[in-house]
């Protein structure tokens, strides 16, 4: 059974933003770390942004760095990813997972869980 669900992708111009939502049973563990990953066509999964649970410490792939943030709100148990300054290359469909073990060394390997649909980003030029 899925416990997550994605939203707000779309299709944009190379430079606009958007901001991703995910809501599920699965964000309610207030001190689990969550994470958005991300998968384009002919390319593994990779994680994109962990969140701490315990510290709130974010990480983030070299990629996006400076350019996407991740948060939450537990009150609503809805985690976001707001991306500012997309590319071409960020286009890709979207995932968030909860809880994750850890934010820690390789963390986008060590997520067993279910995954949900995601949310379709394309970025032209």
């Known amino acids: 059974q899925v416990q997550v669900e994605e939203s707000g992708g779309g299709s944009v111009q190379a430079g606009e933003s958007l901001r991703l939502s995910c809501t599920g049973s699965?964000?309610?563990?207030?001190?689990?770390?969550m994470g958005w990953f991300r998968q384009s066509a002919g390319k593994l999964r990779e994680g994109v942004a962990c969140?701490?649970?315990?510290?709130?410490?974010?990480y983030y792939v070299d990629s996006v760095k400076d350019r996407f943030t991740i948060s939450r709100d537990e009150a609503k148990a809805t985690l976001f990813l707001q991306m500012d300054s997309l590319r071409p290359e960020d286009t890709a469909i979207y995932h968030c997972?909860?809880?994750?073990?850890?934010?820690?060394?390789?963390?986008?390997?060590?997520?067993?869980?279910?995954w949900g649909q995601g949310t379709q980003v394309t970025v032209s030029s």
């Open positions: 997972a909860a809880p994750l073990p850890t934010c820690e060394g390789d963390w986008a390997s060590r997520y067993f869980g279910l």
């Open positions: 699965a964000l309610a563990f207030d001190d689990s770390a």
């Open positions: 969140v701490s649970g315990m510290t709130g410490k974010t």
